[in-house]
């Protein structure tokens, strides 16, 4: 039977299912999780706290591979963030930002990949742990998407770049 969840572990699963929701819902309308929108302010903000609440929760008893994760995940946003005051990026400014935050939602997905995959269904799960050959191949999909997601968005940035460059400016 899998291990059960404890109450933090609970209320980090809710909490984890807020950015993993609102990151969606910023690639479906914006082609990225756009910081400046209500949308992208959810998602910063949960994901937060769901990496703030990760770090009650260990199945090693101390700092493990989750929490470090975790402080990639955080480092990936404020670098990300950080990008847009940075002058010397120039043009690379909007790619750098999707790319950041892209990222991180990859980061936020990889966990929930493994845990999901080891803990449903209840009463007989799916994988033993993250070397099980059904996280591992799930998590090679997983990674496609996102290369897959990164070469859209560079797209969608590029052609919106271009199109902003050919509009006639009023002077």
Known sequence: MANPLST???VHTAISLAPVAAGLYGFGRYGAI???????????A??????????????TGGFNAGHALG?????VVAGSLAVDRLAF?????????????????????????????????????????PESPIVQT??????VIFLSGLSVQAYLIH??????????RSH
């Open 8 to 10: 933090l572990g609970i």
């Open 34 to 44: 756009v910081p400046s929108t209500r949308s992208g302010k959810i998602y910063l």
């Open 46 to 59: 949960t994901l937060i706290l769901a990496v703030l609440t990760s770090a009650g929760l260990s199945s």
């Open 71 to 75: 402080l990639v995940t955080l480092a």
């Open 89 to 129: 990026v120039g043009r690379l400014k909007p790619y750098l930002t999707a790319l950041g935050l892209s990222f991180s939602y990859f980061l936020l997905i990889v966990p929930a990949i493994a845990e999901t995959l080891k803990r449903l269904p209840a009463s007989q799960p799916l994988a033993s742990g």
């Open 138 to 143: 799930t998590l090679l999909v997983w990674l």
């Open 159 to 168: 052609r919106r770049a271009a199109a902003t460059a050919r509009a006639p």
